[in-house]
């Protein structure tokens, strides 16, 4: 599975992104999805998941009610919208995939299976 994340840039305080990751090399409804996030100096945290049918979603506490997490089987792509950026959501954001019937959990960002580059989001006062 090969995994590519885009969107994320320099944007301030108090506004939004929305990043994109698209699937290729895999069947994307067999596979839950998920957002990570690596900040300067720190180890990589979960951020949010989506099982296949993109109706169930599982979000951290630092990111709960201003992140949304989605998905669009058709495009074979996940999303993640990003809302009321705080100086702390300043990472390394990398998408992930985890095959449905897989160890771990997902929902809670544990035995992810593919990877993606990650895009840096830099959120300046």
């Known amino acids: 599975v090969q995994l590519q994340a885009s969107g994320g840039g320099l944007v301030q305080v108090g506004g939004s992104l929305r990043l994109s990751c698209v699937a290729s090399g895999r069947t994307f409804r067999m596979l839950h999805m998920g957002w990570f996030r690596q900040a300067p100096g720190k180890e990589r945290e979960f951020v949010a998941a989506?099982?296949?049918?993109?109706?169930?979603?599982y979000y951290s506490d630092s990111v709960k009610g201003r992140f949304t997490i989605s998905r669009d089987n058709a495009k074979n792509t996940v999303y993640l919208q990003m809302n009321s950026l705080n100086s702390e959501d300043t990472a390394v954001y990398y998408c992930?995939?985890?095959?449905?019937?897989?160890?771990?959990?997902?929902?809670?960002?544990?035995?992810?299976?593919?990877w993606g580059q990650g895009t840096l989001v830099t959120v300046s006062s």
């Open positions: 989506v099982e296949w049918r993109g109706v169930v979603t």
């Open positions: 992930a995939a985890h095959d449905i019937g897989s160890g771990g959990d997902y929902s809670t960002g544990i035995g992810y299976d593919y």
